[in-house]
């Protein structure tokens, strides 16, 4: 490894060291300081680079991409308010444990604090919401400083998918000459052959994680906990990327299965959609029509929770008034839990639990029999509640329901029943992602479901969806709202620039629906000025700029419509408009509905038992 | 004061608080957790409440207004990644000493860390970027807290107009009800008529900072090394917010014409437009030409330095090369020099000084005739190389010029000099700032030219524009080049929802033109696909999008179309295509033969002079 000068050389060090330690993909915003870094990595053979023209929407392109893959992606940008633009997919990524490298170029050390344009304070900047930062020295072709630029990539790279994963931040000062021209002197001709300058066949240092397990002493506790249960439950909150985790879902219903107990999966949990799921009208082990029926169940006695904080608010206020012994298991050891309920944390890969308590079972059904208390009952509840909850579900779907009382969650319903296998499906948040929680029935169908549930924003979907879609071959669905849709235009460009297709699917129902759920609604002024916020947006003219597909389809049109997009090359918009107030009441009368059906359902099925 | 509850206690004293401190003005993105401030703002009558669907475009507009009346503005979001959204427009404020109120709501205490939704570390999240940071205590209506609520309030809003200006963080921890609904007992009645209730006629605590004040010993040595000069120079590089400094135009050409000091006045100084300007072939005191010419003249003996890094890199470089006594005057005491070739820091505000050298100069007169040494030869120069440059600028401004060799130079040229008076002229980042120094020539007018120059960005342009145009009813000009256009297009919503009327000139060169002028074009690849980034983007639908109107004309005919645009109401894209590369080359031959000319002219000046 050679280099016309320095920086040069600095770049092509650091993309090379990438490169071997696995790294595959990069989203890079043009910029003068960060040149070096630029003309490496669209240099290097074994990295794709995405061209982004406005940073934050690089940066969670840049997010969607690894979350989708669990494997680091790296983002570049000049100095100054450029990498303060990263700022917000920064922040997901640490809530999320999405593994996102952000390099950052820096002026050198001597302009900063000086009034030099384009320089600001870089050092920390995204706080304590990367895993690690450092600042890389200024390039030269020192044997001992590039050694320690190829092992602070290796590192750097590595802190990313670390226990648990995130970003990782290098601020990367450069000074001038930063394109690749000749200094003479520069970089000696005696530099080439180093080791510094060659690095080695794979990356120049390697961490080998260990994994936190526990003992078979506590997998056999657990164990016996389950098993002594009445009403056992196990909870499924939204995942950490997959590549991060080491949960089989095979292994998780294999488990439930064989304890008799309830799985409620969380839409993004990675279990309620999969081969493991069989789909029937009386459904066994995964459950994912709770939120509408949950509060007619009696509460749990021992629940078992995975994930991040379950996307259903009805589903957390059950299980904070539940008198239950909640085991939370996590890899990182974080109290993910804002009920305050849970009572015990096993800091442990999931997957490792999970196997250590079926070794468990193994050992002991060899040693005698089964001797659990029975879940049928507990069991039958949520088979009842949730044929129930669905069968009410189907009715309000069929064209001539929808055609008298649309409603959003019908789209939901209709994108994840009727998307492709395989596919990615990723959710916005606000309202799409509480109706996918309600009314995506589990399918066994390969959906990789995806939403920005670390903080919860809703700028930068597009932008993290299409990064998504551009990790894999499948077919990428977005479902969105017209803000959402609004905040992260400018991530459309991405469909032509980093060649993505999709079928996105716009509920427009001209503002902020969610806060037709809150008190606030009865307050007006301020309501519709200040929280509903109507814009009247046509928003066709974002199709025509970035050469998008735009169809406006009515609520009863939409399945046809969207079978059509999924069997069409290129991107195309379907926008459904709603009135979110007539959508929100609808939704909630479909509650009540099924509440009550639930609870005669459930009357009827004790009556038969004591029959 | 009284409430129906705690949280709308809070909100409504702190609103009550900050209009008794002067805030007129507060950019609000709808949200739930932010409800007690949002409800609190809209129902104030003093403060005018600009409502913003994306943050990062909300804090540029807020940023935008405080930079134009130098006046805080105040800026509210929800908690999550909306915070972090107005991070690139804080660190602008920073850079730029921008007063601007950032609230930002966030969860009560003990949900943090906790996994709970929408729920980020926002503890200092802009760092070292704020004046002040503080976490506002849990609302409660107790008369210690409540003082300290008001006391609070009026010191951040002092802290953003401190010396330096610049942003203040307040944190704003809510729990439910978020909403004005009553919760019996929570504000008790006998709160109400407590001084913490009531606040006072004005506010609850003033501040009056004190004045950075040299001595008349301190301004006496200035006005000696000044008057000792055989080439003294001003440099006026970008200004303060006009309310925030003391500096006077007409004192400071007061100053100038006495000592015989020419001032070169960067286009954000504050000192190239305004009546203090003679209007003549013959310039005096103010020269804005210098780009073009000033490696033509000798270097100046002692500098006097007002304001931030000017904008031209020529000077810059021609004041480092110089052996001058550079004193920067800074009220802040900041060494903003980045060539590190200053030699005096005079830490005071540049108005007392300009006016302690007038009096030490009025009292010196009074007491003996004038003694400093001739400057005529000097400001003689600066005469001719000034006048040589427009002449040849609008030789190259003429229809028939333009029709054959078009320049980005021209619009800005003419975008200036015929902007109406008084006018707010935005210009962009990037190429436009550049070409507005290089092209645009010192008026009488009272224009008020402003840009991003603190931190230099290319992000949220459009939105500062717009903020500046809703501070006063001049009318509003903004310059910006396609990649910025892009960046902020969602700015342009602000138009309509905030009621901005505004001629958009937008220079289109499909990409960063910028590029052509570094070394990196002589690499392609990765120069057009990394750095040059041509987009195609057909921005008419955004006009569409907006309700703008947009026309594209051609370079000869921008300036009626210009003209017409000022005269009409309501908003108008004017677009303007250029090849970025002729551009850059036209500029560059223009520059050439500048140069030539005013060699030239110096010679035959100082030959008739030896004559």
Redesign the interface.
């Known amino acids: 490894m050679t280099a016309p000068n320095r920086a040069t050389l600095w770049g092509r060090i650091l993309a090379d060291e990438l490169a071997k330690g696995g790294l595959e993909a990069v989203c890079?915003a043009?910029g003068?300081r960060s040149?070096p870094l630029?003309?490496a990595f669209?240099?290097h053979p074994d990295i794709d680079?995405y061209?982004h023209?406005?940073?934050?929407s690089a940066a969670y392109f840049a997010l969607g991409r690894a979350r989708r893959t669990g494997e680091p992606t790296a983002l570049v940008c000049t100095s100054?308010?450029?990498a303060?633009?990263f700022?917000?997919a920064?922040?997901?990524a640490?809530?999320a444990r999405v593994p996102l490298l952000v390099l950052t170029a820096d002026r050198p050390p001597e302009?900063r604090?000086?009034?030099?344009?384009?320089?600001?304070?870089q050092v920390?900047?995204y706080?304590?919401?990367v895993r690690w930062y450092t600042e890389l020295p200024e390039p030269e072709a020192d044997e001992r400083k590039v050694r320690s630029l190829r092992t602070s990539a290796a590192r750097a790279l590595s802190e990313t998918t670390g226990v648990p994963p995130g970003p990782v931040h290098c601020n990367c000062p450069f000074r001038k000459?930063?394109?690749?021209?000749e200094v003479p002197g520069d970089v000696p001709d005696s530099f080439a052959d180093t080791l510094a300058a060659v690095g080695r066949d794979g990356p120049f240092v390697e961490t080998a994680d260990g994994t936190q397990t526990l003992t078979h002493d506590d997998h056999q506790k657990l164990l016996q906990a389950l098993e002594a249960a009445d009403r056992p439950l196990i909870v499924a909150g939204p995942a950490d990327p997959t590549a991060c985790s080491s949960l089989e879902p095979d292994a998780v219903t294999d488990l439930a299965d064989r304890l008799g107990v309830p799985i409620l999966a969380d839409p993004l949990s990675g279990l309620r959609y999969g081969p493991h799921v069989e789909e029937s009208d009386t459904p066994r082990t995964v459950y994912g029509g709770y939120d509408a029926y949950i509060d007619a169940l009696p509460a749990p006695d021992v629940v078992l929770r995975f994930g991040?904080?379950p996307t259903s608010k009805r589903l957390r206020h059950w299980l904070q008034d539940a008198d239950a012994r909640q085991f939370l298991i996590d890899p990182a050891g974080?109290?993910?839990?804002?009920t305050?309920t849970a009572t015990d944390l096993l800091a442990a890969e999931p997957g490792t639990v999970v196997e250590g308590v079926l070794e468990a079972l193994d050992k002991r059904e060899r040693a005698e029999s089964a001797a659990h208390a029975s879940t049928d009952d507990w069991r039958a509840q949520f088979d009842t509640a949730e044929r129930c909850r669905w069968e009410i579900r189907d009715e309000a779907l069929t064209a001539d329901a929808l055609a008298s009382q649309p409603f959003e969650g019908a789209i939901l319903a209709s994108a994840i029943s009727n998307a492709p296998d395989p596919a990615t499906v990723f959710v916005s948040n606000s309202m799409p992602i509480r109706d996918a929680d309600r009314f995506g029935r589990p399918r066994g169908a390969d959906l990789t479901v995806l939403a920005n549930?670390g903080?919860?924003?809703i700028?930068?979907i597009a932008s993290t969806a299409l990064g998504a879609g551009s990790a894999t071959d499948d077919p990428l669905v977005l479902v969105t709202g017209d803000?959402a849709f609004?905040?992260d235009?400018?991530g459309l460009?991405a469909v032509e620039?980093c060649d993505v297709d999709a079928t996105i699917v716009l509920l427009d129902n001209d503002g902020?629906g969610?806060?037709h759920k809150?008190?606030?609604e009865?307050?007006d002024?301020?309501f519709t000025?200040?929280?509903?916020?109507p814009?009247g947006?046509?928003?066709?003219?974002?199709g025509?700029?970035?050469g998008l597909a735009f169809e406006r389809v009515a609520p009863a049109d939409f399945e046809a419509a969207y079978r059509d997009s999924l069997e069409t090359p290129g991107t195309q918009v379907l926008a459904v408009d709603f009135d979110s107030e007539a959508s929100h009441r609808r939704r909630e009368a479909l509650a009540d509905q099924v509440s009550a059906a639930v609870a005669t359902a459930l009357e009827d099925d004790a009556v038969d038992r004591s029959d």
Chains 1, 2 share one sequence.
């Open positions: 890079i043009p003068s040149t630029t003309v669209a240099d680079v061209s023209l406005d940073e934050r100054g308010t450029a303060a633009n700022h917000p920064v922040m997901e640490d809530q302009l604090d000086s009034g030099a344009n384009q320089t600001v304070d920390k900047l706080g304590d919401a000459p930063l394109e690749p021209i991040a904080s974080a109290w993910r839990e804002a305050f549930r903080a919860s924003g700028d930068g803000l609004y905040h235009s400018n460009l620039r902020g969610i806060f809150l008190q606030i009865e307050f002024p301020p000025q200040q929280f509903k916020t814009h947006l046509e928003f066709e003219a974002l025509d700029l970035y």
